[in-house]
């Protein structure tokens, strides 16, 4: 037997209970409001929704509701005028959902009763077709994707680790990119830094990864910092960004780059390689360890070769970069759980990737309770003077 | 026998393998018969007065062997010891 669609709407009315807008509007304000999910097109979202509300278009509810409900949750569906969201009700009630209403009158009586109206910022049409895999994510949508856009990364070093950091991070489209190298692209780079090319080879590598960043996003903005960082720059370099990547090639800077993240609270997205093994961790300062938490103290430069000494498989730095490129997404984001007080490490012989745990040290002399935290002579330090006789090797 | 992993760095002192099986019943033992396998190891780890040098992190399983018993952790037959120095490399210009 055929069913109009009055006969849908009016089965709809009987299962799906309705909420009236003054209702909800004061339930909004309470500590035990419900979630609001509007299932209305994309361009009628665009145009003003209820505060707070969350969009699943009718034709994706039943794909994307377990992204942002559970079954138990207490949710009120709302659409322009009441029709589409009580339809909407009888499919979650369908799922499971046991705690759905429709609000009555839809998004119109919200508006026209004088309620607020939140008219998102969105992405231009371009950006909605360049980061559509992207939107479709329910930890990303449009609203990750305009805070990627909005957010600013520092890359140490666009060398081994940066280069493959910095182009996920600029096809994903983190609005700004700082690149601090010094150095040129050299023939024996090309072999890892893929952001580079053979005719860049004599270019500042900050240069020629911003026209390989260019080519690739043009929405994105790149400072290239043609410096070494130092006590003197990072401060004022890194409170300038929401996360530093961590790509140097040496310790006295990895030590000062921690240092600074403390000072100024900036993230930073650790990752190490050498030969055929990669080390990778996630530093939140004072939530999570710092980098002297979990290495107190540099090797004496004997047993801590640059990979210019003992080499580095290319594709390592692949991974490597890639895992930092993702990381640094997560924290922009606040999405999922980071590498923060764990640290990966990864054996490209073995294709094995190992976790271990990295906990506060509650006598870090850099995070630590008591720590009277400063810059140090990092070169010194790191070069042994002072600390510790050189070893034999 | 607990299966020690080797970094990098010390790979070469030990005959360039990644992993070795070690007798021991504690993480000092099986150190010590690390170094017993390969003494030069000794040398680039422990300070001239015996310690275990601080840039040194050692892992029983996926826990910091510090925060474990150190030096007196049980280490059983089916544990790994992963011997971690600090790595610098990154973007190595040259």
């Known amino acids: ?393 | 026998m607990s299966t020690v992993r080797i970094p990098p760095v010390l790979r070469q002192a030990v005959g360039g393998v990644r992993e070795l099986e070690v007798p021991g019943g504690t993480v000092s033992e099986v150190l010590e018969g690390l170094y017993a396998m390969h003494p030069s190891v000794r040398s680039q780890l422990v300070t001239p007065e015996g310690e275990l040098h601080r840039f040194v992190n050692v892992y029983v399983n996926d826990e910091d062997a510090r925060l474990l018993s150190w030096l007196d952790t049980p280490v059983g037959d089916r544990d790994t010891v992963l011997i971690l120095p600090a790595m610098a490399g990154g973007s190595a210009g040259t």
């Open chain 1, 1 to 393: 037997m055929a069913h109009s669609y009055q006969d849908l709407l009016a089965q709809a009315r009987e299962e799906v209970p309705e909420i009236q807008v003054p209702d909800l509007a004061a339930r909004l304000d309470g500590a035990d409001a419900p979630l609001v999910v509007d299932v209305r097109e994309q361009s009628e979202w665009d145009e003003g929704h209820v505060p707070g509300a969350v969009h699943v278009p009718r034709g994706f509810l039943e794909s994307r509701i377990g992204g942002v409900a559970r079954p138990d949750q207490e949710v009120v569906l709302m659409c322009a005028g009441g029709n589409r969201s009580l339809l909407a009700g009888t499919t979650l009630r369908a799922m499971g959902y046991g705690n759905i209403t429709s609000l009555a009158g839809g998004f119109t009586r919200w508006k026209q009763s004088g309620n607020a109206v939140q008219v998102p910022r969105t992405l231009t049409p371009d950006q909605r077709a360049r980061y559509s895999r992207h939107v479709l994510i329910p930890e990303i949508g449009e609203e990750g994707q305009l805070k990627l856009l909005d957010s600013r990364v520092l890359l140490i070093g666009a060398g081994g680790l940066g280069s493959p950091a910095a182009l996920y991070l600029a096809a994903a489209g983190v609005g700004t990119i700082g690149l601090v190298d010094d150095d040129v692209v050299d023939v024996s780079n090309l072999q890892r830094q893929v952001i580079h090319s053979t005719e860049r080879v004599g270019m500042l590598k900050g240069e020629s990864a911003r026209e390989a960043i260019a080519a690739l996003n043009p929405d994105v903005a790149v400072d290239v910092h043609a410096t070494r960082i130092d006590r003197d720059n990072v401060l004022e370099l890194m409170s300038q960004y929401d996360v530093v990547v961590d790509g140097a090639d040496n310790f006295p800077t990895r030590y000062l780059l921690s240092d600074a993240s403390l000072m100024t609270r900036t993230p930073l997205v650790h990752a190490s390689i050498l030969r055929f093994e990669g080390h990778a961790s996630v530093f939140l300062p004072y939530e999570g360890p710092c980098y002297r938490c979990l290495f107190p103290e540099p090797p004496p430069p004997d047993l801590a070769p640059a990979c210019g000494e003992a080499g580095v498989l290319g594709v390592l730095c692949g991974v490597m970069g890639t895992v930092q490129a993702t990381e640094a997404i997560k924290v922009l984001l606040g999405a999922g759980d980071t590498l923060a007080g764990r640290l990966l490490v990864y054996d490209a012989l073995g294709m094995t990737f190992t976790e271990l745990k990295v906990r506060r040290d509650p006598e870090c002399p850099a995070c630590g309770p008591g720590a009277r935290l400063e810059f140090r002579d990092y070169d010194a330090w790191c070069a042994g003077v002072g600390r510790h006789v050189a070893v034999g090797a």
